[in-house]
């Protein structure tokens, strides 16, 4: 079993540019939730997809979107990048109401 | 949702046992207490969760207060692979199963 799995590991954009991150469940889960960690802080909550829709959101601009495909995995996209999007974005994905379980994360960087 | 406190650092010796404290005085009577820990450079990894009795598993033990208003996590003998933020989080037990991130106790574990 592969576990979650993210890509690509590590990303360099500019200001304006958009940014597509892409996430694979582990195997057997059907809900995937994405979550932003800035440097020195614990993940923040940005949106959580099961049976490919939104099903809850945290507080985070429209910028962020996300889809879910219907192998379950899914993609995070933010546009209009900001220097205060640099952070890890991690990919957590469960079977509910079982744990979540966390990819190694992908590391953006804005200049 | 309902708010954990935990201290910032603490630090145990190689091969002790270590308690992790958590307080969550409004915890409400249907949220599960979850604890996952966040090696360097690595995801958020699941550790244990429970709800009212005591729980253990091959990594950790939680001990639950009679009045869930507190919480420890218990690693019998740490190691240095221990050395890691660990959260303490309240997950509710119906809807979404989102998680929100305090900032954790950075264990050290001194060899």
């Known amino acids: 079993d592969a576990g979650v799995t993210q890509s690509p590991t590590h990303l360099i954009k500019t200001r304006g540019q958009q940014v597509t991150l892409r996430c694979s469940p582990k195997?057997?889960?059907?809900?995937v939730s994405w979550y932003q960690q800035a440097l020195g802080q614990g993940p923040q909550f940005i949106f959580q997809?099961?049976?490919?829709?939104?099903?809850q959101r945290g507080n985070f601009p429209d910028r962020f979107s996300g889809h879910q495909f219907p192998n379950y995995s899914s993609e995070l996209n933010v546009n209009a990048l900001l220097l205060g999007d640099s952070a890890l974005y991690l990919c957590?994905?469960?079977?509910?109401?079982?744990?979540?379980?966390f990819g190694p994360g992908t590391r953006l960087t804005v200049l | 949702d309902a708010k954990t406190t935990q201290p910032n650092s603490m630090e145990s010796n190689e091969e002790e046992p270590v308690h992790l404290p958590c307080n969550h005085s409004?915890?409400?009577?249907?949220?599960?207490i979850h604890w996952y820990r966040q090696l360097p450079s690595q995801g958020p990894e699941y550790v244990i969760h429970?709800?009212?009795s005591n729980v253990n598993n091959r990594m950790a033990s939680l001990a639950i207060a009679e009045d869930r208003k507190s919480s420890t996590l218990i690693l019998h003998r740490a190691t240095l692979r221990d050395a890691a933020v660990y959260y303490c989080?309240?997950?509710?037990?119906?809807?979404?199963?989102?998680?929100?991130f305090g900032t954790g106790t950075r264990l050290t574990v001194i060899p």
């Open positions: 429970g709800l009212t």
């Open positions: 997809y099961y049976e490919e829709e939104e099903r």
């Open positions: 989080i309240l997950r509710a037990s119906t809807g979404a199963n989102n998680l929100f």
């Open positions: 195997s057997g889960h059907d809900t």
């Open positions: 409004t915890i409400s009577g249907t949220d599960y």
């Open positions: 957590a994905s469960s079977l509910l109401p079982g744990p979540q379980y």
